[in-house]
């Protein structure tokens, strides 16, 4: 498969995993949190009840899990684009 057509091709997969990710890693961020704080809801940057400590401290969380999340569906996808199309997407 020529590499523009690769890309025209993998573009809604590659969308729908995003979505994906996104939705999996504030699934695990929520339960994450509920475990490391004992609170059911993370805090909001705008609670005006919260600390800086335990606002930074969620985001970096958020922010950690976000990140590992989104790599590996990426890293799974490459792998699957690999698979079907014998060549790593660009």
Do not use: C, N, Y
Request: no cysteine; proline share 4%.
């Amino acid at each position: 498969m020529s590499g523009k057509l690769q890309k025209v091709a993998t573009k809604p997969v590659g969308l729908a995993l995003g979505f994906a990710a996104g939705a999996i890693a504030g699934v695990i961020f929520k339960e994450v949190w509920k475990l490391a704080a004992g609170d059911d809801d993370a805090p909001d940057p705008h609670d005006e009840d919260r600390g800086w400590g335990e606002i930074l401290a969620a985001a970096a969380l958020q922010g950690a899990i976000f990140s590992v999340v989104r790599a590996a569906v990426q890293r799974g996808g490459d792998i699957g684009v690999r698979k079907v199309t014998g060549s790593w997407p660009d």
